[in-house]
């Protein structure tokens, strides 16, 4: 996924989040500026690059900003489901595709997968027979993946879908006791799929996943309700949300807060569609008066491709910076990517 940017207004008691992203994983900012908001709080803010992280942590981070410890994907999407509760363990079991290189093999989420591609129970039940009956089940918001129920832990240290994504498979396999047995596994996994996937009829409108990517490891434990409003378009965010017990609301309702009691958390996405840039831009701008009015003490956007992230921050005064160039967004994402 080429995440394109995240914008986040920290607030003295509460913060708001602005996430902008290109869900098709292509570059769709323009030759030319659309986003004179977002270029002056790139242009002004202190910078600070960080790797080998996803947009799907910083939402964990954000839904629980204060835990001590990491909370696991695979433990927060399990809650919320009593059927889970009886196994101490999960394990998340994402649906990839795989695709060969020179030298090596390279793993491709499917973000365009629709519900109707897994629904139909075909990879479930195949699941659900190679993992020897253990409760597999879809995760109805984010259509692409499936948790799995285990008695024992699984030992293993796993690299998380969104960064093992087009990093040669060698280098992002599991790690630890067991990860041979799991690594078997999903080569038998991707056997089966193309047995199943040989005797089905193509299908242009669904990408058909040819193999499954084994993440997010955790155990059962008891975890507080989310405090954090969120309006979300991603699957993910949704799925992650809902799990957390966070109130899901609207863009307006996020907005128009006079006097804010909560965290906030808004995603958008755009495309090709210039119209879509210039709403995202215009979103940033009623950040950067909020920002200046008052209300909020700092201002932190991120740019985020494949797995490199941008930071950075500006409080009202920083945006004053007038002795400093301004430039344009892209130009700060392909640099750091570069």
């Not at 270029?39 to 600070?48: E, I, P, T």
């Not at 695709?99 to 479930?124: C, Q």
């Amino acid at each position: 996924m080429h995440l394109i940017t995240i914008l986040k207004v920290i607030l003295p008691v509460n913060t708001l989040s602005l996430t902008i992203s290109s869900p098709s994983g292509r570059d769709v900012w323009p030759d030319t500026s659309l986003t004179p908001s977002l270029d002056l709080v790139f242009s002004r803010g202190a910078r600070k690059l960080r790797r080998n992280t996803s947009l799907i942590d910083s939402w964990m981070e954000q839904l629980f900003p204060h835990q001590k410890d990491e909370i696991a994907i695979s433990t927060l999407l399990a809650r919320g489901d009593p059927d889970f509760s009886v196994y101490p363990h999960y394990l998340c079991c994402e649906l990839v595709d795989y695709s060969a290189g020179m030298n090596d093999v390279f793993v491709k989420r499917l973000h365009n997968l629709s519900s109707a591609a897994i629904d139909n129970g075909r990879y479930n039940n195949l699941l659900t027979a190679s993992f020897d009956g253990l409760l597999t089940r879809n995760v109805s918001e984010w259509p692409s993946l499936l948790l799995i129920g285990l008695q024992e832990d699984p030992k293993i240290g796993s690299t998380p879908a969104t960064e093992a994504q087009n990093r040669p498979m060698s280098t992002v396999l599991p790690t630890g006791p067991q990860s041979r047995h799991w690594i078997a596994k999903m080569n038998e996994i991707q056997m089966l799929f193309h047995q199943s996937n040989e005797n089905t009829p193509d299908d242009r409108e669904h990408v058909k996943p040819n193999g499954v990517w084994l993440w997010g490891e955790g155990p059962r434990r008891e975890l507080q309700d989310s405090s954090l409003l969120v309006s979300a378009q991603s699957p993910e965010l949704i799925a992650l949300s809902r799990a957390a017990n966070a109130t899901m609301t609207s863009v307006d309702q996020i907005l128009s807060e006079g006097s804010p009691q909560n965290n906030a958390l808004i995603d958008i996405h755009i495309n090709e569609d210039s119209n879509t840039i210039v709403a995202a831009n215009e979103l940033v701008s009623k950040g950067m008066a909020l920002l200046k009015s008052g209300l909020y003490t700092q201002l932190n956007v991120q740019l985020m491709q494949n797995s490199i992230v941008l930071d950075t921050s500006c409080t009202k005064y920083s945006l004053h910076k007038f002795w400093v160039k301004t430039g344009k967004t892209i130009d700060w994402v392909r640099d750091a990517c570069s």
